[in-house]
C-alpha cells in the first residue's frame, strides 16, 4: 500500500501542494495524510486542503488556483461523482476551451477487471462499468492503478500533467483501485451530547407512522432499513442508494404527485450542502416534511468534515422559503417538531443534531433496488386514491 506521506512528497518536488474535491471511502487514507500535513507548522502552510460540497466545485477550485499561480491542483473524488464534474470539465477544463491542467484522483467503486467486476453495493454497479469509457469520452488521460504501482503512475502521470504544452493542457487522471492507500489510523471517536442518528431515525419514523419516507443515500438508508425490519415501524420507504444531494426532489416530486399525503424526506448534511439549491423547489411543497440528520460530517466514506460542518441549515431552508423550519438537539424535541410538521399545511423542514458515527455491525439493504421501488410504488399508490 502507498503511504501518504509518500504521495504527497512526491507531488511537493513537482510543484503541486492543492488538494480539492468530496471525500471518498478508498481515498481515506490519503485525505487523513493531506489534512495532517495541511495543518503541520514545518510544512509552512504550503499544503491546502479543500473538502467541497460538490465535485464540479472542485474542479472550479482548480481552475481557480492555477490562474492565479501557474501550478496544477489535486481534485479528489469518487467515481460517483465524476458526473457532478462533467460541465465544468467539458466547458472549461478542455483544451479546446480553456486548457487547464489539474490531477484527478478518482476511487474506483465497482471496479472492472478480466475477470468480471468486484462486487459492490447497486449504486456503484452502473457506474464502475462505465467509468473509465467516461473519461475516454471526456478525452481525460488515465491510468489505473493498484497498490503494487501506484508510486511510480502517479510520479509518471503528474509528470505528463506538468510536462504538457500550455496550449494543449487538459485534465489528467488516475483511477485508484481499492486498498492502494494505506488505511489512516483510527482516532479516538469524539465524545457528543447529541443523539445517535439511528436512535433519532427511530424516534422520526416513530412518530412519522404511515408516512412515506424516501431517504437518501448512506448510512441513513441502512438505518431506516434496519430499523423498519427489526421493529415493523414506518410507512412505505424508498432507499435512495446513490445519487447523493438528489433524495428532497424525489421526495418533493413524490410529492407534488400525491397531495393528499405527507411525504417525509430523511436527508444528511453533506447531500443538503451538495445540491442547496433544491431548496428553493422543495420549500414549495406544503405536504413535505424536510428532515436532515446533521452529524457535520461525510459519514459513509470516513468522517471527513463536510465542506460547512457549522452551517445552521436551519436558518438556510428558512432563507429559502420554508415556512416552518426548526432545528432541535434532542430525540423528545424531535418529537415535537414532527407533530408540528404533521399538523401544518406547508412543508416542514426539520434539523436534528446527531452524534457522528453508527454501529459497527450495521447492515445493507437485501433486496435488489427495483424490488424496493416496485414495493414503495404499490404501497404509495393508494395514497392517492
Given at each position: 500500500m502507498l503511504e501518504a506521506a509518500d504521495f504527497l512528497d512526491d507531488l511537493a518536488a513537482l510543484g503541486v501542494h492543492r488538494?480539492?474535491?468530496?471525500?471518498?471511502?478508498?481515498?481515506?487514507?490519503?485525505i487523513s495524510g493531506i489534512e495532517a500535513r495541511a495543518n503541520d507548522p514545518a510544512h509552512h502552510?504550503?499544503?491546502?486542503?479543500?473538502?467541497?460540497?460538490?465535485?464540479g466545485a472542485a474542479v472550479g477550485l482548480a481552475i481557480g488556483s492555477y490562474l492565479a499561480s501557474a501550478q496544477p491542483s489535486v481534485v479528489f473524488m469518487q467515481n460517483s461523482g465524476l458526473g457532478n464534474?462533467?460541465?465544468p470539465l467539458t466547458s472549461l477544463t478542455s483544451p479546446k476551451v480553456y486548457g487547464i491542467p489539474m490531477l484527478m484522483l478518482i476511487g474506483w467503486r465497482g471496479e472492472m477487471t478480466e475477470t468480471g467486476q468486484i462486487k459492490d453495493e447497486p449504486q456503484h454497479v452502473f457506474q464502475g462499468e462505465i467509468?473509465?469509457?467516461m473519461l475516454d469520452l471526456l478525452d481525460i488521460p488515465y491510468r489505473v492503478i493498484g497498490p503494487d504501482d501506484a508510486r511510480d503512475a502517479i510520479s509518471q502521470a503528474a509528470s505528463d500533467m506538468l510536462s504538457t504544452a500550455t496550449a494543449q493542457a487538459k485534465?489528467?487522471?488516475?483511477?485508484?483501485?481499492?486498498?492502494?492507500?494505506?488505511?489512516?489510523g483510527k482516532a479516538a471517536k469524539p465524545v457528543s451530547a447529541f443523539p445517535t442518528r439511528e436512535g433519532a431515525v427511530r424516534t422520526a419514523m416513530t412518530h412519522l407512522g404511515k408516512t412515506p419516507i424516501v431517504a437518501t443515500t448512506g448510512k441513513i438508508s441502512r438505518e431506516v432499513y434496519e430499523v423498519q425490519r427489526a421493529e415493523g415501524i414506518g410507512g412505505p420507504t424508498f432507499l435512495t442508494v446513490g445519487g447523493m444531494g438528489h433524495a428532497v426532489m424525489i421526495a418533493t416530486g413524490a410529492a407534488f404527485s400525491a397531495p393528499k399525503r405527507k411525504i417525509a424526506?430523511?436527508?444528511?448534511d453533506g447531500a443538503v450542502l451538495m445540491h442547496t439549491g433544491s431548496l428553493a423547489t422543495s420549500a414549495k411543497c406544503p405536504n413535505l416534511i424536510h428532515l436532515v440528520f446533521n452529524n457535520q460530517v461525510h459519514d459513509s466514506v470516513g468522517g471527513q468534515p463536510t465542506a460547512a460542518p457549522d452551517t445552521n441549515l436551519t436558518e438556510l431552508a428558512a432563507a429559502f422559503g420554508y415556512c416552518f423550519?426548526?432545528?432541535?438537539?434532542?430525540?423528545?424535541?424531535?418529537?415535537?417538531?414532527?407533530?408540528?410538521?404533521l399538523d401544518g399545511d406547508h412543508a416542514?423542514?426539520?434539523?436534528?443534531?446527531?452524534?457522528?458515527g453508527s454501529r459497527a455491525d450495521l447492515g445493507r439493504p437485501q433486496e435488489p433496488p427495483a424490488v424496493s421501488k416496485a414495493a414503495f410504488m404499490t404501497a404509495i399508490g393508494p395514497l392517492n386514491d
Open positions: 488538494f480539492f474535491g468530496v471525500p471518498d471511502s478508498l481515498l481515506a487514507g490519503l502552510g504550503a499544503c491546502r486542503l479543500e473538502i467541497t460540497a460538490d465535485e464534474a462533467i460541465n467509468t473509465c469509457t485534465p489528467t487522471a488516475l483511477v485508484i483501485r481499492k486498498a492502494t492507500f494505506a488505511e489512516p424526506c430523511f436527508d444528511g423550519a426548526k432545528r432541535v438537539q434532542t430525540t423528545n424535541d424531535l418529537s415535537e417538531a414532527i407533530k408540528a410538521a416542514s423542514f426539520i434539523e436534528i443534531m446527531v452524534a457522528p
